[in-house]
């Protein structure tokens, strides 16, 4: 068993156009500032956008009788359509011999939503990214070749003989407003490092002098509200997390297959 990766985003690009004089800070502090705000707006926006690399061993899931769970008894007569759940939890009519489905015949279930396939294994082999693509959150091969292996020894090393594996980086491909907003964020730790003016909340509630009332926001509560105080990062949170999920959305039922995945 390999080790678990690392809590946190992976690989994410952002946009460091709007951080000003950033030839002036080290290559150090910039990374500094990127892992950061990559980090506090990943936990921010429930941890939905690409994840650090995991590898998977998958088992096949091809088109076969019977697939998913049909609600006329089987071997007695029925309607010329018989209604079923079929791998992706969708309700179909099925009105052929055998199991019915609009997915490509040769797939493979991932089990959640793929931002980025990095390489896929088939008897120890790298396959060409030209031969598969992902189908909502099936793996498909497309190039004519053999079919997925349908079961495998997850206890044998994927560089073996009827292995199959697939390196992915879990969740959502990050969208080009996350790449803004993760820089705007990463430019106020920068500014905070460098003991600069920043965008940062301050611990201040209140202030008044010469007949000016200064107002600032807690940390503490910017916090417990799931947003950071910078309106324009914000703005992205409140876009693509609304109600301050900690983690993505799932369905749960008796009726969804579980996906033939084992993480090694």
């Known amino acids: 068993m390999t080790t678990p990766p690392p809590p946190g985003p992976c690989s994410w690009t952002i946009d460091t156009g709007c951080i000003p004089n950033l030839a002036d800070y080290s290559a150090e502090d910039i990374e500094r500032a990127t892992v950061w705000a990559t980090f506090i707006l990943d936990g921010l926006t429930g941890h939905q956008f690409g994840q650090c ?29 018989t209604p079923y759940i079929g791998s992706t939890g969708a309700w179909r009519n099925c009105m052929c011999g055998g199991g019915c489905s609009c997915l490509p015949a040769c797939r493979a279930l991932l089990g959640a939503p793929v931002a980025e396939i990095t390489e896929v294994k088939v008897n120890g082999l790298v396959l060409d990214p030209s031969a598969y693509v992902m189908v909502g959150q099936h793996l498909a091969r497309v190039d004519g070749g053999e079919c997925w292996p349908s079961c495998q020894d997850p206890a044998v090393p994927d560089t073996e003989d009827g292995t199959f594996s697939v390196t992915l980086q879990p969740g959502r491909l990050l969208p080009r407003a996350g790449e ?14 460098a003991g600069a003016a920043c965008g940062l909340p301050a611990q ?24 950071t105080g910078i309106r324009d990062v914000d703005l992205f949170v409140r876009a693509v997390n609304p109600s301050g999920l900690q983690r993505r959305s799932r369905v749960l039922s008796p009726d969804l297959p579980k996906a033939p995945v084992n993480y090694g």
């Open 53 to 81: 690399p995991v590898t998977v061993r998958p088992c096949g899931d091809g088109c076969r009788a019977a697939s998913g769970y049909q609600t006329w008894p089987a071997g007695t007569p029925g309607p010329w359509m």
């Open 180 to 193: 803004i907003a993760a820089g705007a964020l990463a430019a106020e730790f920068l500014k905070a490092c």
């Open 204 to 227: 201040v509630a209140s202030l008044s002098r010469q007949g000016v009332d200064v107002e600032f926001v807690s940390p503490t509560d910017v916090l417990t509200d799931g947003l």
